[in-house]
């Protein structure tokens, strides 16, 4: 079962980017470069914690990070990435969750995906669909990495 519905979000996170406005017509159109942090070391800790009570009933951590995850996301922003989980989960109950909790679950993912905590939460009011989730060059892996 998590093979299938794994299966179904690298194709909806493949998807993503032209569902999401800005970029059915110019996939950087708005977007910035990544900074090195988004989120607090507390918010990353309840994003865990709502994860594993929302979300692992259906998603493995191992599907939500990654080079494949990244290089689905890349190029998109994490406005992009919220927004997508906002509307679409829980599977079976989107927008059931409070909004800081979808916020937290979004930190949670940049953890995931080794982007470092700073002093200020990542909130949905902060200009996110102009934060590059992934950029092309830092990709994890690859040989100009910068986690």
């Known amino acids: 079962m998590k093979l299938v519905r794994g299966s179904a979000l690298i194709g909806l996170a ?15 159109a708005g977007v ?32 939500l990070s990654g080079r494949l995850f990244q ?6 922003s994490v406005g992009a990435l919220f927004t997508l989980i906002r509307t679409t989960m829980p599977f079976d109950r989107p927008a059931l969750l409070q909004e800081h909790e979808y916020a937290d679950v ?12 700073r002093g200020d939460e ?15 060059s830092g990709l994890a892996g690859s040989a100009t990495s910068d986690p």
């Open 122 to 136: 990542l909130q949905s009011s902060q200009p996110l669909e102009q934060v590059e989730l992934f950029p092309a």
């Open 14 to 28: 493949l998807a993503a980017g032209s569902a999401c406005g800005t970029f059915a017509q110019n996939p950087g």
């Open 71 to 76: 290089i689905g996301w890349q190029g998109k």
């Open 32 to 63: 910035t470069s990544t900074p090195r942090a988004l989120y607090t070391d507390e918010q990353g800790d309840r994003g865990a914690v709502v994860f594993g009570a929302a979300c692992a009933g259906c998603h493995s951590e191992g599907e």
């Open 106 to 117: 979004t930190a949670y993912i940049l953890r995931l995906n080794g982007r470092p905590a």
